[in-house]
């Protein structure tokens, strides 16, 4: 038995989770750029006015770390998660911009056990991160494993 | 020369080799992945990885660094016009992390650039379609994903 919150149990279809709130910085825009995507428009606000983002931008990869951690502290902490084969489909819908403050939700969409594990299930959200004027900046579909908390119970 | 050889279009191209050390990986996930197969041994030997593994986001990143890199030094571009540029993406589809990239692990990434077309919304700017990957040591992928690019050719 399990003392997180959230076993595959309870993950049923429909269940929404809040993601919380964060507000991306100017630094840590630059610091990850600086370190993973040191492209002009993620280092620089006059090139980044200049580019198709219209502003000093995060890198994509920046968003979707940031999007990672809104889900680790909204639920994947206290799961039973033992990590995601991957991302079936990702979009970054606007630019997320120095500043923009995130929200969002993750949704189930659906599940199933796995016949190689049987401790185990495969849970598919569907993610939608916006900022602060409700548009969405993110959006993406990705199956996550979660144990069972009790693999002997019937279903 | 043409945008198929700038592009390297078919071709795999090979960006760098990456080393992850056990004190990146704790790094990254500190602030953006805090699960705790990605900043604590012990705790990552007992979950199904087994090991400290970086976060499938750092992989991520690190592919963008070495992507960066070869398209700054690596790739030729002698004319006609200014060197295309790249611009934003739109996203990725069909991510797979295959293998754990576990700390000490050296990782290769590679690009291949399967086709571009023009951007019927954007004049002057192109689509073109990348196939991302990552090896370790033992030729194992670890990480694969297609991606969509926009390149400003003049």
Not at chain 1, 9 to 26: A, K, N, P, Q
Not at chain 2, 4 to 18: K, V
Not at chain 2, 58 to 68: G, I, K
Not at chain 2, 136 to 146: G, H, I, K, Y
Request: aromatic share 10%.
């Amino acid at each position: 038995m399990t003392s997180k919150r959230w076993a595959y149990e309870d993950l049923t279809e429909g269940r929404v989770f809040d993601l919380g709130s964060r507000t991306v910085s100017r630094e840590e825009i630059l610091e990850f750029a600086g370190e993973f995507d040191a492209q002009p428009m993620h280092l620089d606000e006059e090139a980044g006015l200049k580019s198709l983002l219209g502003g000093l931008s995060a890198s994509g990869w920046h968003t979707c770390s940031v999007f990672m951690r809104m889900m680790c502290d909204a639920f994947l902490l206290d799961s039973t998660t033992e990590g995601s084969p991957g991302i079936a489909e990702l979009r970054w819908r606007k630019p997320v911009l120095a500043g923009d403050t995130l929200g969002g939700t993750s949704t189930v969409v659906s599940r199933r056990r796995l016949k190689s594990r049987p401790e185990m299930g495969l849970v598919t959200f569907r993610h939608v991160i916006r900022n602060q004027r409700n548009e969405a900046v993110l959006e993406s579909e990705n199956p996550i494993l979660f144990r069972l908390r009790d693999p002997g119970a019937a279903e | 020369m043409s945008l198929d050889a700038f592009l390297r279009i078919g071709e795999t191209a090979t960006l760098g080799s990456h080393t992850f050390t056990a004190e990146e990986i704790k790094r990254f996930a500190a602030k953006y992945d805090p699960q705790p197969f990605h900043t604590d041994e012990e705790a990552a030997r007992k979950s199904i990885f087994g090991r400290l593994c970086a976060s499938g986001w750092h992989t991520c990143a690190m592919w963008m660094r070495y992507n960066l890199k070869y398209r700054e030094q690596a790739a030729r571009w002698d004319g006609p016009g200014p060197r295309p540029t790249f611009g934003p993406s739109p996203g990725f589809s069909n991510l797979k992390w295959l293998k754990p990239v576990y700390a000490g692990d050296t990782i290769t990434f590679t690009r291949t650039a399967l086709w571009h077309r023009p951007l019927a919304s954007r004049p002057g700017w192109r689509l073109v379609s990348l196939r991302g990957g990552a090896f370790n040591a033992n030729n194992e992928a670890v990480l694969e994903f297609e991606n969509v690019i926009l390149l400003k050719v003049e």
